[in-house]
């Protein structure tokens, strides 16, 4: 049987080096990407509180008031609706980049189990072909179950985004009526 030579094993080494580190830049831009987000969020709710609060305070009457009131609710429900969709976008981008980069160092891993088994099978003693197919055999399976897993998880992924597109859209909806009902009256 073969072995490791020390220039493959310094290279495996810095391989599994650079996926950590390209897994932990992937989670660091989105996670900035969120700091980014709610602190642009919190100057924004504070900047429209206080406008909020100088038109209810220029309010000649409670009719006024309560005109002001519902005016803002219907702009403070989009944006919440808009914050909660770009933290989904976040997420689903992050999500996406790192089985990117999983799917690649797993064709990268199956590569090289494949090479070091060939490898393996010209140098055994004969009658070793049978483990060295079962090998290939699990390897296989293992191959099917990982692209099984992948599949089940886009799907899992692009019917939560149709449920998250689906009720922003009633939210929205709903506070609209509601907004227009109220200016009805």
């Known amino acids: 049987m073969t072995t490791?030579?020390?220039?493959?094993?310094?290279?495996?080494?810095?391989?599994?080096?650079?996926?950590?580190?390209?897994?932990?830049?992937?989670?660091l831009a989105s996670a900035e990407r969120i700091a980014a987000l709610n602190l642009n969020?919190?100057?924004?709710?504070?900047?429209?509180?206080?406008?909020?609060?100088?038109?209810?305070?220029?309010?000649?009457?409670?009719?006024?008031?309560?005109?002001?009131?519902?005016?803002?609710?219907?702009?403070?429900?989009?944006?919440?609706?808009?914050?909660?969709?770009?933290?989904?976008?976040?997420?689903a981008q992050n999500q996406e980049e790192m089985t990117k980069m999983l799917e690649a160092q797993f064709g990268d891993f199956q590569k090289q189990i494949a090479d070091m088994l060939d490898k393996a099978a010209k140098s055994a003693p004969a009658g070793s072909d049978v483990a060295v197919a079962a090998v290939k055999?699990?390897?296989?399976?293992?191959?099917?179950?990982?692209?099984?897993?992948?599949k089940a998880a886009k799907q899992v992924s692009e019917?939560?985004?149709?449920?998250?597109?689906?009720?922003?859209?009633?939210?929205?909806?709903?506070?609209?009526s509601t907004a227009g009902k109220k200016k009805a009256k």
């Open 137 to 150: 055999s699990a390897i296989a399976a293992a191959t099917s179950a990982f692209d099984n897993m992948n």
């Open 4 to 27: 490791l030579n020390p220039e493959q094993f310094a290279s495996a080494n810095k391989a599994a080096v650079d996926s950590m580190l390209s897994l932990a830049n992937t989670a």
């Open 41 to 91: 969020t919190a100057r924004s709710v504070l900047e429209d509180s206080v406008s909020g609060t100088k038109a209810l305070m220029g309010a000649k009457d409670a009719q006024e008031a309560i005109a002001i009131q519902t005016n803002l609710a219907q702009p403070n429900v989009e944006k919440a609706v808009a914050y909660s969709r770009s933290i989904y976008e976040i997420a």
């Open 159 to 176: 019917i939560a985004e149709a449920n998250v597109a689906a009720a922003t859209n009633a939210t929205v909806k709903a506070v609209s």
